[in-house]
């Protein structure tokens, strides 16, 4: 890489004691930036530390003469020097009267851009993400300049403040060929957009710091027309657009959508989810984390969507060395890499077992011949090929995550929490290692054989939503001793018994075959104050309303549709 930063121009407008000190400093060539404020010490700031420069204090005067030195402040209380890429920014009291000064070295870095040029080259739309002094305008810069001179593209860079290409008429030779229009207020930055598009006729339009949703929606006017846009936007990283309602268009924008009770259903999701109004501004997002180590969405819709549905995204992540060399690698999501660990595992069984709940035993997996209520499903094996295995010994560390098809959710809820049982309940069949399916809906899905046959996960069926099946599943799955009969009716020992069961088992069944599924209203029968609660609770998490009416003995639960 080679840099060029003219920081002699820099250091002649600062006052005597300072310019003296920062010539002398052995790390002039890393200074970032020089600040100098009223009444204090001024400071020198570099990428590791922050250091005085003198113990007197800055005097009026002193900022006086800097001003003098600089050319006019904008709008955006920003100055530069002629022909340079240093930026000075102004303090102002309540009267605007300049109190303090922050002078910026601007530096042009040519290389930079190894990391990213073949998303550079591919025409695509590009934003660059990162926090203060990462180096997005320097990046920006260099894209330009290659663009401009390599890739004979006709560029307009809008330079609001002139940052891009320096302070005066004359741009700075950073940028190559590439044309620059200035701005006179940033306020009117989107104006200038789409006067470069309909004036000038450019191929490639590069912008610095998106921030207003007027500036949000001339770019995606830009980009609809067919330009190939490079900028920056106010933060880090892309969740901060999707939290941004300002900025949110540049990844899609973002709206609530209510689905269909069987649409819901089918996600596993609430009724209203969120989800990607339209096409992305710009296609390709890079966060810069470091100087040298880029993340790289080569996908911003894909990644959105990933976000909204509450998965991880797995972007490339760029670093380059001192040689130049760029290496391209993968994050992998949590999820995805607990399961990889798990798979990975092989546990002897030739060692005794270890045990991990009084309730039971870890042994190794064993066929029940003569149970009738739970298998593993023989019928899906097919699809799975060799990749098809039984289950493994599950440890205290390592939780069995179970898809529920069909299965009461509620119920299978009750039964770990009562048995303590190392199980977690996940919605998403990717982080599954066994699915549980309601053995009807097994057989006459359609869709849920192509999912089992798409994830290849082992399938264990029940005949019926009931706490005993359950309860012989789950241990089924986790290769455990089927309990006594005594065991299974102990789950509910702190409540009325078979009443209260038979009472969530109702409502359940109320809710999904009528309420839901035919949109009517549904009575249930009469039922004590405390089973009525459960009642409650229970449609509460299907989000329905639902009231209790009548009187004594005969007070009775009412459930309205959504």
């Given amino acids: 890489m080679q840099m060029t930063d003219d920081l002699k121009k820099l250091l002649d407008i600062l006052p005597t004691e300072i310019r003296s000190s920062l010539e002398q400093h052995p790390q002039r060539d890393n200074l970032i930036e020089v600040v100098m404020d009223l009444g204090r010490r001024p400071e020198a700031r570099f990428p590791d530390k922050a250091e005085y420069l003198s113990q007197t204090p800055i005097t009026q005067q002193q900022l006086d003469d800097c001003i003098q030195r600089v050319g006019t402040f904008g709008g955006d209380n920003r100055a530069g020097i002629e022909q340079t890429l240093h930026r000075i920014s102004a303090i102002r009291n309540r009267n605007g009267k300049i109190i303090g000064l922050t002078c910026r070295v ?15 080259e591919t025409g695509q739309s590009i934003l660059m993400l990162g926090r203060p002094g990462v180096g997005k305008t320097t990046a920006l810069r260099e894209i330009a300049r290659v663009l401009a001179d390599e890739l004979n593209k006709r560029v307009v860079i809008i330079d609001s403040s002139n940052e891009i290409a320096g302070d005066g008429d004359i741009p700075h030779p950073a940028i190559g060929r590439a ?105 390709i997002a890079v966060e810069m984390l470091e100087r040298q180590r880029w993340v790289v969405h080569e996908s911003v ?39 990889q660990l798990k798979k990975s595992a092989s546990p002897d069984f030739t060692k005794p077992s270890q045990k991990w709940r ?37 440890s205290e560390d390592s939780p069995l995550h179970v898809y529920p098809y069909g299965v009461s959710r509620y119920q299978l809820e009750e039964v770990i929490h009562q048995l303590n049982l190392p199980v977690v309940l996940t919605r998403d069949i990717n982080d599954a290692e066994v699915i549980l399916a309601l053995r009807t809906h097994a057989r006459k899905h359609s869709n849920f054989r192509h999912m089992v046959a798409d994830h290849q996960v082992p399938v264990y069926t029940i005949k019926a939503n009931t706490i005993s099946a359950i309860t012989r599943a789950l241990r089924s799955c986790l290769q455990m001793d089927e309990p006594d009969t005594t065991d299974v009716n102990a789950l509910y020992s702190h409540s009325s018994g078979d009443s209260e069961i038979d009472a969530l088992e109702e409502a359940r069944v109320a809710v999904e075959q009528v309420v839901i599924k035919r949109g009517q209203p549904v009575e249930l029968l009469p039922r004590s104050a405390s089973v009525r609660k459960m009642q409650h609770e229970l449609v509460e998490r299907y989000r329905l309303k639902s009231h209790s009416f009548g009187e004594e003995p005969h007070r009775r639960l009412r459930i309205y549709p959504a």
């Fill in 106 to 120: 601007g530096r042009a870095i040519y290389g930079t851009i190894g990391m990213i040029r073949d998303l550079v």
């Fill in 179 to 283: 044309r620059r229009m200035q701005v006179a207020r940033p306020e009117l930055q989107h104006q200038v957009m789409i006067e470069a598009v309909e004036n000038h006729m450019p191929e490639v339009i590069v912008i610095d710091e998106i921030g207003t949703e007027l500036e949000a929606m001339a770019a995606r006017t830009i980009a609809e027309r067919g330009v190939q846009l490079v900028g920056t936007a106010h933060g880090n990283e892309i969740e901060n657009l999707i939290k941004n309602p300002t900025l949110s268009d540049l990844v899609g924008g973002i709206q609530s959508v209510t689905l269909g009770d069987e649409e819901a259903r089918r996600r596993r999701t609430q009724k209203t989810v969120l989800e990607r109004k339209a096409p992305p501004t710009f296609e």
């Fill in 301 to 339: 819709a894909d990644t959105v969507d990933s976000l909204l549905r509450a998965h991880q995204p797995n972007p490339q992540v760029r670093t380059i060395n001192d040689l130049g060399q760029v290496t391209i690698t993968r994050e992998i999501p949590s999820s995805q890499h607990q399961m």
């Fill in 358 to 394: 009084s309730s039971g035993r870890v042994i190794p997996f064993r066929e029940k011949q003569d149970d009738s209520s739970i298998l593993e499903e023989r019928e899906y094996s097919q699809p799975f090929g060799e990749s098809h295995q039984p289950n493994q010994p599950m």
